[in-house]
């Protein structure tokens, strides 16, 4: 049996020298560049993030977190679930900020105000048949947020699951990108 050995161009010799002068160029070319956009990157990443809206309780879905921003009534909020329900602890959940410290909410029958305007009406039981505890009522203390969102399924602070919002769990303003 004989045996064909066929030239192939493309296999050559590896020479290092050449390679190590081709890399310091690349990298003197490219290197600030590079270090730019890590550092960049490490930047982005320190003031902001990203939240998805998975549900339908808001018009939005994706939305540019800027971290540690406090949000003012009627804007978004994003913050960590604390944990508790469907949800485990530590989910990012984004919601609009219907009150602050010193706002009264007040509930009549199943019907929640935030200084007399209505923010909602709390279902007997979720989706899933879950019985659902009405949230708190009074004056909003320092530090503490009431949020929602406009679908009749939403789980916000209608709910004592979610409760008021504790600026301790906010990570930022949230901002409706799509």
């Not at 550092?39 to 540690?68: D, E, T, W, Y």
Request: hydrophobic share 40%; charged share 15%; no cysteine.
């Amino acid at each position: 049996m004989r045996y064909l050995f066929l030239h192939r161009p493309f296999l050559h010799r590896f020479d290092h020298e050449s390679f190590q002068l081709r890399l310091s160029e690349h990298v003197r070319r490219w290197g600030i560049g590079y270090l730019l956009l890590i550092v960049g990157a490490a930047l982005f990443q320190a003031h902001f993030g990203f939240g998805l809206n998975a549900s339908p309780s808001l018009p939005h879905r994706f939305f540019l977190i800027h971290k540690g921003e406090l949000p003012q009534r009627g804007q978004y909020v994003a913050f960590r679930w604390p944990g508790g329900g469907p949800y485990p602890a530590g989910v990012t959940f984004v919601k609009v900020t219907a009150g602050m410290a010193g706002d009264a909410v007040t509930r009549a029958d199943r019907d929640f105000f935030v200084n007399g305007t209505h923010v909602g009406q709390a279902k007997t039981v979720s989706r899933q048949g879950v019985p659902l505890e009405l949230g708190p009522t009074g004056v909003l203390p320092a530090g503490r947020y009431y949020v929602r969102a406009p679908h009749p399924d939403s789980l916000d602070s209608r709910y004592r699951l979610t409760g008021w919002v504790s600026e301790a769990q906010i990570i930022g303003r949230a901002y409706a990108l799509f």
